[in-house]
Nanobody, 117 residues
Framework: QVQLVESGGGLVQAGGSLRLSCAAS????????MGWYRQAPGKQRELVAT???????NYAGSVKGRFTISRDNAKNTVYLQMNGLKPEDTDVYYC???????????WGQGTQVTVSS
C-alpha cells in the first residue's frame, strides 16, 4: 500500500520558519514529480512547489524565494523548507506524488501550518 505521511506542521510567528517532511512507503523515484500543495477551508487546493525525479523544481510565485523543496532519495522523503512565513501561508499542506507506473496521484493526509501575526 502506497502511503505519503507528512510531518512538521505547527504554529509559528510571522517571519519564522518550519520544515515539512513527507515520508513515502515506497521508493520516491517511483513518483515524478513529487510536490507540496496547500488548501484553506472553502478554497481550492493550490500548488506550492514540485520537484522532479531529476531534481528540477517549480514554485508558486507567492512562495518563490522563501520556500525550498528538496528530496532525499535514500530516505524516501521530500522536504519543504519554509522561511519568512507570513499569515497568508496559513493552510493545510499536502504532500503529493504522481506514480508513473500506474498513473495515480497519491496524497498525504495533510499537516496544518498556522502563522500568527
Amino acid at each position: 500500500q502506497v502511503q505519503l505521511v507528512e510531518s512538521g506542521g505547527g504554529l509559528v510567528q510571522a517571519g519564522g520558519s518550519l520544515r515539512l517532511s513527507c515520508a513515502a512507503s515506497i521508493n520516491i523515484l517511483s513518483f515524478n514529480p513529487m510536490g507540496w500543495y496547500r488548501q484553506a477551508p472553502g478554497k481550492q487546493r493550490e500548488l506550492v512547489a514540485t520537484i522532479s525525479s531529476g531534481g528540477t523544481t517549480n514554485y508558486a510565485g507567492s512562495v518563490k524565494g522563501r520556500f525550498t523543496i528538496s528530496r532525499d532519495n535514500a530516505k524516501n522523503t521530500v522536504y519543504l523548507q519554509m522561511n519568512g512565513l507570513k499569515p497568508e501561508d496559513t493552510d493545510v499542506y499536502y504532500c503529493n506524488g504522481y506514480r508513473v507506473t500506474n498513473r495515480i496521484n497519491y496524497w498525504g493526509q495533510g499537516t496544518q501550518v498556522t502563522v500568527s501575526s
